[in-house]
């Protein structure tokens, strides 16, 4: 299973970005996939999941209707539509998959296979 992650960028506060991560070795739809964040000296944290159908999602209080989350299960591809950024939301995101479920799950434990990261930089 590979995960290559695109999209980040460098933008000013208000902006929008679109993340994109297409998945290889893994047949789309079967699994659950997941977004997570770290900051420069932080944890990696939980940023949105969405489950194998695409259909049910789940976001972290601080993204929640700004954020959302999407997947082309034709394509293999799972998105995040990053609107209203804002300086907080600066991070190395990273895509990751479930393999062992198509629910969604918020938990980095449960996630399998991890994308590079890419780079999202929000100025002030």
């Known amino acids: 299973v590979q995960l290559q992650a695109s999209g980040g960028g460098l933008v000013q506060v208000g902006s929008s970005l679109r993340l994109s991560c297409a998945a290889s070795?893994?047949?789309?739809?079967?699994?659950?996939a997941g977004w997570f964040r770290q900051a420069p000296g932080k944890e990696r944290e939980f940023v949105a999941t969405?489950?194998?159908?695409?259909?049910?999602?789940y976001y972290a209080d601080s993204v929640k209707g700004r954020f959302t989350i999407s997947r082309d299960n034709a394509a293999n591809t799972v998105s995040l539509q990053m609107d209203d950024l804002r300086p907080e939301d600066t991070a190395v995101y990273y895509c990751?998959?479930?393999?062992?479920?198509?629910?969604?799950?918020?938990?980095?434990?449960?996630?399998?296979?991890w994308g590079q990261g890419t780079l999202v930089t929000v100025s002030s």
């Open positions: 990751a998959v479930d393999v062992n479920s198509r629910w969604y799950t918020p938990h980095l434990r449960d996630y399998d296979y």
């Open positions: 070795g893994i047949t789309g739809g079967s699994f659950a």
């Open positions: 969405v489950s194998g159908t695409g259909i049910n999602t």
